[in-house]
């Protein structure tokens, strides 16, 4: 699991910082969550409140270790705080989504349109921990060189590094997806050992992710995307749509990872909040944090098993 681990934030303090002047309720939390994302088991966002996916990770976790489902990973002493200096670069970054799929179509890229909301998804949390984690700043009105208190992790998304560092985790050639619908996970497995977990949204009842053996047949790092409504409503193609560019902003995020049925795919999302708890149109939706790491685990023509 080196890849995973090499996108680190070598840059920064690794100290614990008391970012409201004293321990926060939901520290011990936040420490597991963080180790769990270091290893690649997704606990969805990392922002110190318990929920299903950390439970879920470190059950999946244990398991793979050859610990009791149920039992608590030995964690260490981890660090739950660094800072983090803004950039002029992520500054950059930062640009305008235009109102419906028409307009859109007409943009170069669909962008972070908040420094805030970069932030979030560079650091696996929400827009909300983060402004908690950092009371006295407006976080969206900063300048280059500000110093902002963020969860420590180490498998940081860097999206302006995607994919070109994002290199391939080992041999791909023995690994498996198992996607189980009900828990709403997603396994990448070696030789039927797990060696990565990652919260999901598995379709939704009125367009379920379908249930069978499958394959990938293509990774696509920032793809565009056919907004077509009669593929949204009802799952037929037609001929009006709109072609909608790349960017983080994008209805499929960062990734599309095509399976061999039609239409259907493993892909990022603009929302990784919602993760497990809104419905998609068949795909299986991951985080875009954990859509690049997903990324690095599999190749062409690896196995995908939804049940």
């Known amino acids: 699991m080196g890849a995973i681990l090499a996108l680190g934030l070598s840059a920064c ?3 614990r910082i008391p970012p409201v002047g004293k321990q926060l309720p939901e520290e011990n939390t936040l420490k597991l969550q963080i180790f769990l994302d270091s290893k690649g088991f997704g606990p969805g966002v990392v922002d110190g409140r318990p929920g299903e996916f950390t439970t879920k990770a470190a059950s999946l976790y244990q398991q793979a270790n050859g610990q009791p489902a149920g039992s608590q990973p030995s964690i260490g002493n981890i660090q739950p705080y660094t800072t983090y200096s803004v950039t002029a670069k992520d500054l950059s970054a930062i640009g305008t989504m235009a109102s419906g799929p028409e307009a859109q179509s007409k943009q170069e890229k669909l962008p972070y349109t908040s420094l805030v909301e970069l932030l979030s998804e560079r650091f696996h949390t929400t827009q909300t921990f ?4 950092n009371p006295s700043l407006d976080l969206n009105s900063v300048s280059a060189g500000t110093s902002v208190t963020v969860p420590n992790i180490s498998r ?3 999206f302006d590094e995607f994919p ?3 290199a391939a985790s080992g041999s791909t050639g023995s690994r498996r997806v198992i996607v189980n619908l009900q828990q709403k996970m997603l396994q990448v ?3 039927g050992q797990t060696i990565a977990a990652f919260p999901i949204t598995p379709g939704s009842s009125q367009h379920p992710a379908p249930v069978g053996e499958w394959r990938v047949v293509g990774a696509v790092p920032w793809p565009w995307y056919r907004h077509d409504e009669g593929v949204l409503s009802r799952g037929e193609r037609t001929d009006d749509f709109y072609n909608l560019p790349p960017g983080p902003n994008s209805p499929v995020g960062i990734l599309w990872a095509g399976l061999n049925r039609p239409g259907v795919g493993i892909h990022g999302t603009p929302v990784p909040d919602t993760i497990g708890r809104a419905g998609s149109h068949g795909c299986i939706r991951l985080s875009n944090w954990d859509a690049a ?8 023509g690896t196995p995908v098993t939804i049940q």
């Open 13 to 15: 303090a690794t100290h």
């Open 164 to 166: 070109s560092g994002y």
């Open 189 to 191: 497995t070696e030789n």
């Open 293 to 300: 790491t997903f990324y690095t685990l599999i190749a062409k």
């Open 130 to 133: 983060l402004r908690k984690l």
């Open 156 to 158: 940081l998304f860097r």
